[in-house]
Protein backbone atom coordinates (compact mmCIF):
# COMPACT_ATOMS: atom_id res chain seq x y z
CA UNK A 1 0.00 0.00 0.00
CA UNK A 2 1.07 3.41 -0.85
CA UNK A 3 2.09 5.38 1.98
CA UNK A 4 3.55 8.65 2.52
CA UNK A 5 4.75 9.37 6.32
CA UNK A 6 5.55 12.93 7.67
CA UNK A 7 7.73 13.71 10.40
CA UNK A 8 7.73 15.31 12.70
CA UNK A 9 3.72 15.68 13.51
CA UNK A 10 4.57 18.95 15.05
CA UNK A 11 7.45 21.04 15.95
CA UNK A 12 8.06 24.40 17.75
CA UNK A 13 11.33 27.37 16.95
CA UNK A 14 12.64 30.17 17.42
CA UNK A 15 12.30 32.88 15.25
CA UNK A 16 15.42 33.17 12.81
CA UNK A 17 16.95 29.54 13.44
CA UNK A 18 16.85 26.54 10.22
CA UNK A 19 14.81 23.75 10.29
CA UNK A 20 14.16 20.20 8.35
CA UNK A 21 10.84 18.52 7.78
CA UNK A 22 10.92 14.80 6.46
CA UNK A 23 8.72 12.97 4.48
CA UNK A 24 9.85 9.44 4.01
CA UNK A 25 7.57 6.93 1.06
CA UNK A 26 6.95 4.44 -0.48
CA UNK A 27 4.64 4.63 -3.61
CA UNK A 28 5.80 3.10 -6.25
CA UNK A 29 6.86 3.78 -8.72
CA UNK A 30 7.58 6.84 -8.13
CA UNK A 31 6.78 9.72 -10.56
CA UNK A 32 7.32 12.77 -8.58
CA UNK A 33 7.13 14.84 -4.82
CA UNK A 34 5.47 17.79 -4.50
CA UNK A 35 5.47 20.23 -0.69
CA UNK A 36 2.58 22.39 0.22
CA UNK A 37 2.31 24.98 2.40
CA UNK A 38 -0.96 25.13 4.37
CA UNK A 39 -1.51 28.30 6.62
CA UNK A 40 -4.45 28.39 8.72
CA UNK A 41 -7.54 28.60 7.29
CA UNK A 42 -6.51 28.56 3.85
CA UNK A 43 -5.65 26.05 1.28
CA UNK A 44 -2.16 24.42 0.68
CA UNK A 45 -0.38 26.23 -1.63
CA UNK A 46 2.87 24.37 -3.60
CA UNK A 47 5.84 25.20 -2.59
CA UNK A 48 8.13 23.17 -5.06
CA UNK A 49 7.80 20.07 -6.92
CA UNK A 50 10.86 16.98 -7.24
CA UNK A 51 10.85 14.58 -10.18
CA UNK A 52 13.03 11.17 -10.22
CA UNK A 53 16.36 12.89 -11.12
CA UNK A 54 16.28 15.94 -9.16
CA UNK A 55 18.49 16.28 -6.17
CA UNK A 56 17.76 19.46 -4.80
CA UNK A 57 15.68 22.55 -5.34
CA UNK A 58 15.07 26.02 -4.05
CA UNK A 59 12.26 28.41 -3.47
CA UNK A 60 14.03 30.92 -1.45
CA UNK A 61 14.06 30.43 1.72
CA UNK A 62 13.15 27.05 1.49
CA UNK A 63 15.54 24.18 -0.09
CA UNK A 64 14.00 20.70 -0.80
CA UNK A 65 15.98 17.28 -1.54
CA UNK A 66 14.98 14.13 -2.50
CA UNK A 67 16.64 10.53 -2.40
CA UNK A 68 14.94 8.95 -4.12
CA UNK A 69 17.33 5.73 -3.71
CA UNK A 70 16.24 5.58 0.03
CA UNK A 71 12.38 7.02 -0.54
CA UNK A 72 12.80 10.44 1.33
CA UNK A 73 12.46 14.34 0.60
CA UNK A 74 13.04 16.80 3.13
CA UNK A 75 12.08 20.67 3.52
CA UNK A 76 14.87 22.59 5.24
CA UNK A 77 13.61 26.41 6.08
CA UNK A 78 16.71 29.26 6.64
CA UNK A 79 16.34 31.76 8.72
CA UNK A 80 12.23 30.69 9.89
CA UNK A 81 10.18 33.94 9.76
CA UNK A 82 6.75 34.32 12.03
CA UNK A 83 4.70 33.88 8.43
CA UNK A 84 6.29 30.11 8.17
CA UNK A 85 3.97 29.03 10.60
CA UNK A 86 2.12 26.64 8.82
CA UNK A 87 1.41 23.10 7.77
CA UNK A 88 3.88 21.41 5.31
CA UNK A 89 2.36 18.70 3.04
CA UNK A 90 4.28 16.16 1.35
CA UNK A 91 2.63 14.85 -1.68
CA UNK A 92 4.15 11.65 -4.08
CA UNK A 93 2.51 11.08 -7.39
CA UNK A 94 3.06 7.04 -8.62
CA UNK A 95 0.88 5.20 -10.68
CA UNK A 96 -0.63 3.19 -7.96
CA UNK A 97 -1.60 5.67 -5.51
CA UNK A 98 -5.25 7.50 -5.22
CA UNK A 99 -7.67 7.82 -7.72
CA UNK A 100 -5.64 11.27 -9.00
CA UNK A 101 -2.37 9.08 -8.44
CA UNK A 102 -1.17 11.20 -5.36
CA UNK A 103 -0.80 10.08 -1.67
CA UNK A 104 -0.74 12.32 0.64
CA UNK A 105 1.13 12.61 3.91
CA UNK A 106 -0.86 13.84 7.17
CA UNK A 107 1.81 17.09 7.52
CA UNK A 108 4.30 18.65 9.86
CA UNK A 109 2.44 21.60 11.82
CA UNK A 110 5.36 24.13 12.45
CA UNK A 111 5.41 26.89 14.96
CA UNK A 112 7.59 30.15 15.26
CA UNK A 113 7.62 31.87 17.83
CA UNK A 114 9.45 35.19 18.33
CA UNK B 1 -8.04 35.48 -11.62
CA UNK B 2 -9.57 35.06 -8.51
CA UNK B 3 -8.62 31.52 -7.57
CA UNK B 4 -10.70 28.52 -6.42
CA UNK B 5 -14.32 30.04 -4.61
CA UNK B 6 -15.35 28.06 -2.37
CA UNK B 7 -18.68 28.77 -0.39
CA UNK B 8 -20.02 28.98 2.49
CA UNK B 9 -16.25 29.47 4.48
CA UNK B 10 -18.01 28.12 7.37
CA UNK B 11 -21.33 25.74 8.15
CA UNK B 12 -22.91 24.70 11.23
CA UNK B 13 -25.55 22.13 11.55
CA UNK B 14 -27.56 20.16 13.18
CA UNK B 15 -27.13 16.11 12.81
CA UNK B 16 -29.71 14.89 9.79
CA UNK B 17 -29.99 18.21 8.22
CA UNK B 18 -28.80 18.82 4.22
CA UNK B 19 -25.49 20.20 3.81
CA UNK B 20 -24.63 21.63 0.45
CA UNK B 21 -20.96 23.09 -0.16
CA UNK B 22 -20.44 25.11 -3.58
CA UNK B 23 -17.01 25.40 -5.44
CA UNK B 24 -16.19 27.80 -8.67
CA UNK B 25 -13.32 26.69 -10.48
CA UNK B 26 -10.53 28.39 -12.31
CA UNK B 27 -11.71 29.24 -15.47
CA UNK B 28 -10.39 26.89 -18.30
CA UNK B 29 -9.69 24.18 -15.93
CA UNK B 30 -10.34 20.89 -17.01
CA UNK B 31 -10.08 19.09 -13.59
CA UNK B 32 -12.10 19.65 -10.69
CA UNK B 33 -11.14 17.98 -6.97
CA UNK B 34 -13.36 18.09 -3.70
CA UNK B 35 -10.92 16.45 -0.46
CA UNK B 36 -11.80 16.21 2.88
CA UNK B 37 -8.98 16.89 5.70
CA UNK B 38 -8.92 15.88 9.44
CA UNK B 39 -6.49 15.94 11.98
CA UNK B 40 -6.64 12.33 11.93
CA UNK B 41 -6.54 11.20 8.28
CA UNK B 42 -5.45 14.02 6.97
CA UNK B 43 -6.58 15.00 3.15
CA UNK B 44 -8.33 12.62 1.61
CA UNK B 45 -9.50 12.70 -2.40
CA UNK B 46 -13.44 12.15 -2.52
CA UNK B 47 -14.13 13.05 -6.23
CA UNK B 48 -12.72 14.47 -9.07
CA UNK B 49 -14.55 15.63 -12.63
CA UNK B 50 -12.77 15.96 -16.16
CA UNK B 51 -14.66 18.44 -18.29
CA UNK B 52 -17.69 18.02 -15.98
CA UNK B 53 -18.07 14.53 -16.02
CA UNK B 54 -17.42 12.36 -12.85
CA UNK B 55 -14.05 10.28 -13.31
CA UNK B 56 -13.79 8.52 -10.00
CA UNK B 57 -15.77 8.80 -6.56
CA UNK B 58 -14.10 5.97 -4.81
CA UNK B 59 -13.30 8.34 -2.30
CA UNK B 60 -17.25 9.23 -1.33
CA UNK B 61 -17.62 7.72 2.01
CA UNK B 62 -21.16 7.02 1.82
CA UNK B 63 -24.56 7.79 -0.57
CA UNK B 64 -25.01 10.12 1.71
CA UNK B 65 -22.39 12.35 0.37
CA UNK B 66 -23.21 13.33 -3.82
CA UNK B 67 -21.16 15.96 -6.00
CA UNK B 68 -22.62 17.46 -9.31
CA UNK B 69 -20.68 19.46 -11.47
CA UNK B 70 -23.61 20.65 -13.82
CA UNK B 71 -21.22 23.42 -15.89
CA UNK B 72 -17.51 24.32 -15.92
CA UNK B 73 -17.53 27.05 -13.16
CA UNK B 74 -19.36 25.34 -10.72
CA UNK B 75 -19.71 22.14 -8.78
CA UNK B 76 -21.62 20.93 -5.41
CA UNK B 77 -21.13 18.73 -3.08
CA UNK B 78 -24.20 17.35 -0.77
CA UNK B 79 -24.55 15.75 2.31
CA UNK B 80 -27.85 14.58 3.22
CA UNK B 81 -28.73 13.51 6.25
CA UNK B 82 -25.38 14.56 7.68
CA UNK B 83 -23.72 13.22 10.51
CA UNK B 84 -21.48 14.49 13.46
CA UNK B 85 -18.43 12.25 12.26
CA UNK B 86 -19.16 14.57 8.61
CA UNK B 87 -17.65 17.87 11.09
CA UNK B 88 -14.27 18.32 8.71
CA UNK B 89 -12.71 20.86 6.24
CA UNK B 90 -13.80 20.22 2.33
CA UNK B 91 -11.89 21.76 -0.11
CA UNK B 92 -12.12 22.32 -3.45
CA UNK B 93 -9.49 22.40 -5.96
CA UNK B 94 -9.02 22.53 -9.99
CA UNK B 95 -5.96 22.05 -12.19
CA UNK B 96 -5.40 22.03 -15.72
CA UNK B 97 -4.19 18.55 -15.90
CA UNK B 98 -4.17 15.34 -13.22
CA UNK B 99 -1.11 14.17 -11.38
CA UNK B 100 1.01 16.24 -8.75
CA UNK B 101 1.14 19.31 -11.06
CA UNK B 102 0.35 21.40 -8.60
CA UNK B 103 -3.55 21.73 -7.64
CA UNK B 104 -5.09 25.05 -6.99
CA UNK B 105 -7.06 24.95 -3.99
CA UNK B 106 -9.56 27.13 -2.50
CA UNK B 107 -9.94 28.20 1.07
CA UNK B 108 -11.84 25.45 1.98
CA UNK B 109 -15.50 24.68 4.00
CA UNK B 110 -15.35 24.18 7.38
CA UNK B 111 -18.56 21.88 8.15
CA UNK B 112 -19.35 21.45 11.93
CA UNK B 113 -22.22 19.03 12.62
CA UNK B 114 -23.52 18.73 16.14
Known amino acids: KNQVEQSPQSLIILEGKNCTLQCNYTVSPFSNLRWYKQDTGRGPVSLTIMTFSENTKSNGRYTATLDADTKQSSLHITASQLSDSASYIC?????????????FGKGTHLIIQP | DAGVIQSPRHEVTEMGQEVTLRCKPISGHDYLFWYRQTMMRGLELLIYFNNNVPIDDSGMPEDRFSAKMPNASFSTLKIQPSEPRDSAVYFC????????????FGSGTRLTVV
Open chain 1, 91 to 103: VVSGKRGGADGLT
Open chain 2, 93 to 104: ASSLTIGNYGYT
